[in-house]
């Protein structure tokens, strides 16, 4: 079977076989994806991308975060980027991407379109993010180490798939449309930090839209945009991994933060936290700290000297300081600017040493701290290990409460209740 007709039985996977467990954990993401977008509506982004869109005018089709309607892609647009805009929502190491700031406002917007149910809506997610992990995973890491934000170049796959099978799109429709998105699908770490990173996750639910509805208005494409001669993969990849059979759920790997800050760096946070807890660790008593961490976080997370709150996301070294000194890095709000100038986290910053180890997964660090009287602290730390459904609920739910307040509640009630609701009903929790 080639990789493009396993994407295609994918999307065409009856509700009925998908696993209990994986649609588990997409309803934790839609709970977590909805609470990041309403925790980031009055990022700078964000109101300067629903008023681009409202300016554009057009059907109101579709809710926007902080907002009122427009047309199913320009909503999704906004969703995307207004969602990730925090960088606090989940992450699939397999693939190194956000799947729910990509999938999330594509599956929504199409869904309060057509009138889907809210269980379908959460469904097509599922079967979208699926496809992007995967499609991911075949581009390896060769793919990111070029440059490329996967959530933003295997997400618009996985919104294209969300997309079209929320239009009832045909087989070989759905094949078209992943054929457009091969030539559309786009995004670039060089935004990082920078408000082109969030971006990079609209654009992917926005082109899953435009591919899919292309398609179901009859648009043509390559036969194979994926594997075929000069299509996405062999264009875009070192060296294309292999993808396992369909049945076994990947998206089940998904993680989720617990600092609003590059999941790169939580691994690192959570085994400093452990330290400052057990031996009432803090700056002062630290001579050094020598970190152990996946080599691709070496392009992504070792920003040695932040200029601004966003920077201060991705560095190893102020987050180390911040995590000791007892600074929330839970809170979005301690990321300022002015925290990028503070010269006590600096001159900490200055004890730290960052080592790539091509040993580690993205999910783990090892490191040492060394303590002014002699002493030596080991440390290691891995996020793999998923979180039984009951502890994950109550984190997500914390994690909720800290960012919106009872609002937080009240979407969980939907999330709930989601078996009864329509796509409309959850469009309502955006505004």
């Known amino acids: 079977m080639t990789f493009l007709a396993q994407i295609l039985d994918l999307a065409a996977m009856p509700s009925g076989e998908i696993p209990a467990s994986a649609r588990s954990m997409a309803r934790f993401s839609l709970f977590d994806w909805l609470v990041c977008g309403r925790a980031g509506v009055s990022e700078p982004l964000a109101v300067i991308l629903r008023d681009y869109v409202g300016a554009e005018g057009g059907l109101p089709a579709a809710s926007v975060f902080g907002g009122t ?27 190194v991407g956000h799947p729910s700031v990509a999938i999330y406002p594509a599956a929504l917007a199409v869904g309060e379109e057509v009138g889907a149910s809210a269980a379908d809506v959460a469904d097509a997610f599922l079967i979208g993010a699926e496809a992007s992990v995967r499609i991911g995973m075949v581009l390896g890491a060769g ?19 969300a997309a079209g099978r929320l239009y009832g799109l045909t087989r070989d429709q759905i094949r078209v449309a992943i054929g457009l998105c091969a030539t559309r699908a786009s995004g670039l770490k060089s935004q990082f930090g920078t408000m082109g990173k969030p971006y990079n996750a609209g654009i992917a639910a926005s082109n899953g839209i435009e591919c899919a509805g292309l398609a179901r208005a009859g648009f043509t494409s390559a036969d194979d945009g994926l594997m075929g001669a000069q299509g996405f993969v062999l264009t875009h990849a070192d060296a294309p991994q292999p993808s396992p059979p369909v049945g076994t759920f990947l998206f089940e790997d998904v993680k989720y933060k617990l600092h609003a800050c590059c999941h790169g760096t939580h691994a690192i946070i959570e085994a400093l936290s ?84 091509a040993a580690l997964t993205d999910m783990q660090v090892v490191g040492e701290v060394q303590l002014k ?59």
């Open 274 to 357: 452990a330290l400052k807890r057990a031996h009432n660790l803090t700056p002062g008593r630290v001579a050094s700290i020598h970190l152990r961490t996946g080599t691709r976080w070496l392009s992504v997370c070792d920003i040695k000297a932040p200029r601004t709150g966003l920077e201060i996301k991705f560095s190893y070294n102020w987050l180390a300081g911040m995590v000791l000194a007892g600074i929330s890095t839970a809170s979005d709000r301690a990321y300022t600017d002015t925290l990028a100038q503070d010269d006590l986290l600096a001159d900490f910053a200055a004890k730290i040493t960052v080592e790539g180890d």
């Open 143 to 161: 793919h990111y180490n070029r440059g490329f934000h996967q959530t933003a170049t295997a997400g618009a796959f996985g919104a294209t798939v």
């Open 69 to 95: 309607k427009a047309p199913a892609r320009a909503a999704a647009l906004v969703n995307g980027a207004t969602s990730h805009a925090l960088d606090y929502d989940d992450t699939h190491f397999g693939h």
């Open 373 to 431: 009287d002699g002493g030596k602290l080991p440390f290691a730390y891995d996020l793999a290990a998923r979180l039984p459904d009951a502890v994950l609920e109550n984190r997500l739910r914390a994690k909720a409460t800290g960012l919106i307040g009872a609002d937080g509640e009240q979407i969980w009630a939907m999330i709930v209740a989601l078996d009864s609701l329509g796509a409309r009903d959850l469009g309502k929790a955006l505004r």
